[in-house]
């Protein structure tokens, strides 16, 4: 018998499948022309970032706007490193966002730890072919390799004639496994160093790279696979189609192109998404976890952004022609535009705060004021009970709250994130009002006298039956009386012949009332308010100053 089927049987005498086997098992999937398969594979050891969602979200699409299959691949074969739960919170954080796996039966199981017999069938097969072999090296007699290798200013690594065990003998085996030692195996590298390899990336363009020389682990001491090795046989018994993931493995792209070719796998084609990026100052960064909040999952929900705000920023970032679409199709889903993985920018994908907000002010302008009403209580109740008590008190009073401004043509475009209306609309509620700390902050031209003289005169002049027009009328004929000119214009060319102008009358009005300077229409907020409130209001403010 050939002394490499020896060696494999010696090593791996258990395994009694052969590689056809699960090529028959895990059939080509049959699916329409054009369609992806792609997956998202996590390793388990930590929580969610902005950095996977984004590229979760790729990955979906792709398949589903396709008429594909998206699945989810746990990637455990660190079992030091994996953190518990983490599993779950991944399932359930996508799926806030609308994006949910496949349940892809018939090609599992999805957790590498589950897969080992079949990684070690692939194992054997190229033990016994040769094309891989039982490394006992130490981690000492590595390190010492390292050292030598950089005295003799050589290539670091395991390869070509620095590989010790590369023709290592069944005997050698033998007499190692005696001794107890423990091994790695190891692929034998069939490439060149004056070899180059070309491949094309669905992002990246055409890519030319050294070919790997490296004696690359495929199975680690413990029986479980490198990463490596898990996503060629993975990726290949699983039928992918598009391997797409962060541009952090292009650079090991040309150790898993050689992977499928020894294993006599059909190449996937492979797309590497750009990692988010932010400005700071006129350069970009990689978002880091420790300057940047909005890098962690946990900051979307905690700051109480829409999940469809962030996904369609996603797309603007994605793909920049998405602008356009939107505009033309303001109220179709973005499940309707189809992600062209040729426009996905090849360099870093800018992300910025400001954007996300600024649309999610659009999205949330055109909603009702009792869906603002639901999702805003919705997240109060999480995080903030105290404002979630007053507004499951009185739900219409709250609804009119939000319904000022908003059903116009242009309507206000305020909320960015629910974590901001507190500061919003604090003032429609009397105890939130009364217990704001801080000085009405009223303009310091005006002196007390005439500050009072406005707040008291107007609460005889309000009439809570009149329309807008009528409303306004008096306000301006009351500034009149009290000598501020009803026109700013008028006011303009010749100021010394009043105290001020109708704006002014306003804003004394609005800061009693408020507390703020700026805030949404006068006589929209103090219909809200109602003509009670605003009596107790001017004279509590009138006394206080
Ligand atoms: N488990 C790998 C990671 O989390 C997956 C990379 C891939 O998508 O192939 O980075």
């Known amino acids: 018998m050939n002394e490499n089927k020896l060696i494999a049987d010696l090593l791996l005498p258990d395994i009694n499948t052969s590689p056809d086997y699960y090529e028959n098992i895990y059939p080509k999937r049959d699916l329409p022309k054009g369609a992806m398969v792609t997956r998202f594979a996590p390793s388990p050891t930590g929580f969610l970032h902005l950095g996977s969602l984004f590229a979760a979200f790729i990955y979906e ?129 069939p490439g060149s160093p004056d070899k180059r390899i070309v491949f094309n990336d669905l992002i990246k363009g055409t890519i030319e790279m050294p070919e790997n020389i490296q004696d690359i682990v495929i199975l680690k001491t413990d029986g479980l696979p490198t990463y490596h090795f898990a996503h060629a046989v993975d990726d290949h018994l699983m039928r992918t189609t598009h391997v797409v993931r962060g541009e952090e493995w292009l650079s090991s792209t040309p150790i898993h ?76 889903p973005y499940t309707d535009f189809k992600i062209d993985i040729n426009k996905i920018s090849a360099t870093g994908a800018i992300f910025d705060l400001n954007k996300l907000t600024a649309i999610s002010k659009d999205i949330i302008a055109l909603m009702k004021s009792s869906d603002i009403y639901e999702l805003y209580l919705n ?96 306000l301006k004929a009351f500034g009149e009386t009290l000598g501020y000119c009803s026109s700013v214009k008028n006011f303009k060319k010749n100021p010394s012949a009043y105290k001020g102008h109708i704006g002014d009358v306003a804003m004394i009005l609005r800061i009693a009332l408020t507390k703020k300077t700026a805030t949404p229409d006068l006589y929209e907020m103090i219909k809200v308010l109602g003509t009670e409130r605003l009596k107790e209001r001017l004279s509590f403010a009138s006394r206080l100053i």
């Open 257 to 332: 192109l050689q992977l499928f070719d020894v294993l006599g796998f059909e190449r996937p084609k492979y797309a590497h998404i750009p990692t988010l990026m932010k400005m700071d100052g006129t350069s970009k960064r990689k978002l880091s976890k420790r300057k940047d909040p909005e890098l962690a999952f946990s900051f979307y929900e905690e700051e109480g952004y829409l999940p469809n705000a962030v996904i369609e920023y996603l797309l603007h970032i994605i793909n920049s022609n998405y602008e356009d679409w939107r505009k033309e199709n303001p109220l179709s």
């Open 61 to 189: 699409r792709l398949a589903h706007q396709s008429g594909g299959t998206f699945y989810l691949r746990i990637e455990d074969t660190d079992k030091k490193r994996e953190v518990q739960g983490s599993t779950s919170e991944i399932i359930r954080g996508l799926k806030t966002y609308n994006i949910s796996f496949d349940e892809d039966a018939g090609y599992g199981p999805h957790i590498q730890s589950q897969r080992e017999t079949i990684y070690k069938t692939y194992v054997k097969f190229l033990l016994e072919k040769g094309l891989a072999y039982p490394c006992f090296c130490t981690l000492e007699e590595l390190e010492e390799l390292r050292k030598l290798q950089e005295d003799k200013k050589v290539n670091t690594g395991y390869y070509g004639p620095w590989a010790k065990h590369r023709n290592i003998t069944l005997e050698e085996v033998k007499q190692d496994l005696i001794e107890g030692k423990n091994y790695v195996i190891r692929l034998k590298s």
């Open 379 to 474: 997240w109060c109740e999480r995080y903030d009970t105290e404002m979630a008590a007053f507004l499951k008190a009185d739900s219409n009073y709250c609804i009119q709250i939000f319904n000022i401004e908003r059903n116009s043509e242009k309507p206000r475009k305020d909320i960015g994130k629910w974590s901001d209306v507190r500061e919003d609309i604090f003032f429609f509620y009397d105890d939130l009002y009364y217990s704001k700390n801080g000085d009405y902050n009223f303009p310091k031209a005006l002196s007390k006298y005439d500050i009072q003289e406005i707040l008291s005169g107007y609460i005889n002049v309000y009439c809570e039956s009149d329309n807008k027009e009528t409303w306004f009328n008096k």
